[in-house]
């Protein structure tokens, strides 16, 4: 028996010998390409390791209830300042070493969730709760465990159950009963997520060469052949899809809100709108919706080496059925430009929507965002429009050629950009397509989700004052990434690493401190908004020397006035106001330090009740109708004649234009710039 468990113990040391040298072979090459093409890449050193090592647990154990105190120091002490000289060394040991000890907490936690199976909670106990927005010190003692998942499970419980039923005297009269429900429940997900981690012999690998990568800036990451594929998708206006949409409910389940049905989901005939998916399987592996997190759940689903994938549903809590889906080649209707005709005193106006810088890098039709915003601009010149509004709140970026080809078909002719690369040479972008395809008055609605090639595309049209932008301050990315394999016949392994800056042609960035509109608006959530600067490897704000010569459209002073009346205009609204007033009640809710809550009904009663009133007062505020007649242009409803399936997705597009009070204040700027024109 010794020597069976001497040689399993040799194998078992061999094989990790070989994960370990194998995952030192992948970070080398890692290392290797970002070193020889990061726009500004930086030494193996101290501060690398601190930030792997910080970034790494950090992910492992977000809420501090797996790893106690004493291994948390330990790890640390061994690692936090090691992790640069073991890697220099080829030794990645320290990897099947972390997760040894991560595991071990997770069999710890196992146990006692086990044991609370059969225990009572002690509802009567006087026990608090804390939150934390950041993440926090690691403070667990081992005698401190079951004390910590005994509230934690306490706080879910009643959380779940009030969830269900605010009433406090409706809850206290059954509360035996939706107790006990509640609590196999829970306990029931939280030993099946365990469960999901222990058996997990992959992914942590990748986590540290991403984690690694995110070092240099934070936007270069390592993508694994799926994660890349997810990534191409969403930058793509058609994608392979299995045609529906889901939706979280407030229990946290994944329902099926929408199917296409020219979509395969459709076409099956076994799914409806509304069933509830409870697993998810590319026929290789399966994952259960209670235990599997939201992101694996999501890269099993998009990623297009998973051409079939198996649906476990229930329908109206009936018993579980299964359903086979083989994708297919869809437009994403979500990712398309679109637009619309708005009619205020008989006067028409554009409006077109740019939901992200998509492109065909498939190559399947040819076609990116910026040939398509083209066409439905052309479309709404054929309804003689006054201008045209170009939406661009929400959208994250994408492709930089789009948004270059786009800024060239709006400015007459000249410089749109100049591009620094990691040599710290110079280039000057040129506009592409000499003229314009449209002359007339542009405003460009922004806000603090519009980023990266969205922030290239407004800055060239500010600096021409070619438009007029309107809204909140951008994210401040001002940085391009391409994918590059690992090496040239890798398939499985890349990296998206940053390779340029670029900077507006009078030589500022909008780097970390984004674009600042000519005319500020309020919006719902901008207190919410992640930004730039905020990320600790960011890169700092900077410019340069430049000496362009460019002809604006419109000259600083008149842009000036417009953007003083508009100004004002915002300031007697009183919609913006009340926009104002509502972003204060956010931030105190969600940035205000809590005290440490109360874990009784009331105290969750009482939290539910604020949360909730503070979401039913968002809501009806953010459905107020902008009180505008938009249409369909001719063109656009000829098509939709022709193509009744597009017709809902249609309505849902216009049903959300109708909601968008900028849209009045941006056709008054146009009405303004149209007299200065004149």
Known sequence: MKIISLVFFLCTFSLIAQSDTKTCVLLSKVNTLIQSK?????????????????????????????????????????????????????????????????????????????????????????????????????????????????????????????????????????????????????????????KVILQKESGFEENLFDNFCSYFDPHSAYFNVDTKSNFVASLSKEHLSMGMNVNLNDRNEIIIIKIDPDGPAFQTGGIKKGDQIIAVSNLKETLQVSCATLESISNMILSDTNKKIMLTLRRSSGKNFKVLVEKKLLKDEGNAVYS??????????????????????????????????????????????????????????????????????FIDNGPISIIVDNKNEQSIIIDPYPGMIYKDPIVLLVNGNSASATEFFASALQDYNRALLMGSTTVGKATMQSIMPLEPNDNENFVKVSINKFYRINGKSNQATGIIPNVVVPEIYEVLYPKECNNPTAFKNDSITASIVYKQFIKNSAMAKIAKRSTDRIAANSYFDETKKLNEKIEDLVNTPKSPRPLTLTAVIKDQSEINAMWEEINAFDTKSNNLIIHNSNLNNYLLSINPSEKANNEFQLKNVKKNHYLNEAIAIINDLNSVKK
């Open 340 to 409: 619309f005709i708005i009619v205020h005193k008989n006067r028409r106006y554009g409006y077109v929507k740019i939901p992200s810088f998509y492109t065909d890098f498939e190559g399947n039709s040819g076609k990116g965002c910026s040939e398509d915003a083209a066409l439905e601009v052309l479309k709404l010149q054929k309804d003689s429009i006054q201008g045209v509004i170009i939406d661009l709140i929400d959208n994250g970026g994408g492709s930089m050629e789009e948004a270059i080809k786009l800024a060239g078909m």
């Open 38 to 194: 990061h726009i500004q890449p930086k030494p193996i050193d101290d501060s690398l390791s601190v930030f792997v090592f910080d970034s790494f647990i950090d992910a492992l154990d977000p809420s501090r209830n797996i790893l106690l105190k004493s291994e948390y120091e330990s790890l640390s002490l061994k690692y936090r300042l090691n992790i640069d000289n073991l890697i220099q060394r080829n030794d990645c040991s320290f990897l099947p070493d972390i997760i040894t000890v991560y595991k071990n907490g997770l069999l710890r936690n196992r146990a006692i969730l086990e044991k609370m199976k059969t225990d009572t909670i002690g509802y009567n106990v006087k026990d608090t709760i804390r939150f934390y927005k950041k993440a926090f010190p690691f403070y667990l003692e081992d005698d401190q465990v079951e004390t910590a998942w005994r509230k934690n499970i306490k706080y879910k419980i009643l959380d779940d159950i009030v969830s269900q039923n605010t009433n406090l005297d409706s809850i206290t009269a059954a509360f035996n009963t939706v107790e006990s429900a509640s609590k196999k429940l829970i306990i029931a997900n939280e030993i099946c997520k365990i």
